[in-house]
């Protein structure tokens, strides 16, 4: 008989926020040769001169590279589930990034939207759960990198893959900040 799963991680303390930067730093880091894959396969594929190479493998790589970066980000961060983490960060990357992409009228929106969603899952949860001010942070730099793309395209190409992971741990830390002041006002018998 099997055993009946439970929805809810284990209880864990939080993240260290140093640990948490250095695992959204170097999934960062892994994450720049997918993205910039994706985005000159897609710019070949786009390309209506006779000598453009063909899109489809830097797209195949870029897209290849993408597990391990959510395998990275799961493990670095001591996710309690990484494996698990990674596999639903990839699908949750695909699921998200592909309706936005279709939505929006430019790669860079779709992707940094997938790739948000994706490291949301593989990225350690808080204790008390963080998914909500995390999918917050993710529509937030998704409208950013919309807005952005047109007032400077060549601009916000170079610096989305910077966005995703990072909108991550900001999200965390603001979501533990207004939790502290929630404490101090508590402890001072302010409502």
Same mark, same amino acid.
């Given at each position: 008989?099997?055993?009946?799963?439970?929805?809810?991680?284990?209880?864990?303390?939080?993240?260290?926020?140093? %640990?948490?930067?250095?695992?959204i730093?170097?999934? /960062?880091? !892994?994450?720049?040769?997918? *993205?910039?894959? +994706?985005?000159? =396969?897609?710019?070949?594929?786009?390309?209506?001169?006779?000598? !453009?190479?063909?899109? =489809?493998?830097?797209?195949? &790589?870029? #897209?290849?590279?993408?597990? &391990?970066?959510f395998?990275?980000l799961?493990?670095?961060?001591?996710?309690?589930?990484?494996?698990?983490?990674?596999?639903?960060?990839? @699908?949750?990357? #695909?699921?998200?990034?592909?309706?936005?992409? $279709? #939505?929006?009228?430019?790669?860079? /929106?779709?992707?940094?939207?997938? +790739?948000?969603?994706? @490291?949301?899952a593989?990225?350690?949860?808080?204790?008390?759960?963080?998914? %909500?001010?995390?999918?917050?942070?993710? $529509? !937030?730099?998704?409208? *950013?990198?919309?807005?952005?793309?047109? +007032?400077?395209?060549?601009? /916000?190409?170079?610096l !989305?893959?910077? #966005?995703? &992971? /990072?909108?991550?741990g900001?999200?965390?830390?603001?979501?533990?900040?207004?939790?502290?002041?929630?404490?101090?006002?508590?402890?001072?018998?302010?409502?």
């Amino acid at each position: 008989m099997s055993r009946p799963r439970t929805s809810s991680a284990p209880s864990l303390e939080p993240l260290p926020p140093r %640990k948490k930067w250095r695992a959204i730093t170097i999934a /960062t880091v !892994a994450l720049l040769p997918a *993205y910039l894959s +994706i985005v000159v =396969g897609l710019v070949a594929g786009a390309s209506d001169r006779a000598d !453009a190479p063909p899109g =489809g493998p830097a797209i195949a &790589f870029g #897209l290849g590279l993408l597990p &391990f970066v959510f395998v990275a980000l799961a493990f670095l961060s001591s996710h309690p589930r990484a494996p698990g983490a990674a596999a639903k960060a990839m @699908g949750l990357s #695909l699921l998200v990034g592909i309706p936005v992409a $279709a #939505l929006v009228p430019d790669a860079v /929106t779709g992707l940094v939207a997938g +790739i948000g969603a994706g @490291g949301a899952a593989a990225l350690r949860p808080e204790p008390d759960g963080s998914w %909500k001010a995390r999918a917050l942070g993710v $529509a !937030a730099v998704s409208a *950013y990198a919309a807005v952005m793309v047109r +007032i400077v395209p060549d601009v /916000t190409v170079l610096l !989305a893959p910077t #966005l995703p &992971f /990072t909108c991550l741990g900001v999200a965390d830390h603001l979501r533990e900040q207004r939790r502290e002041h929630a404490r101090e006002r508590e402890v001072a018998g302010r409502p």
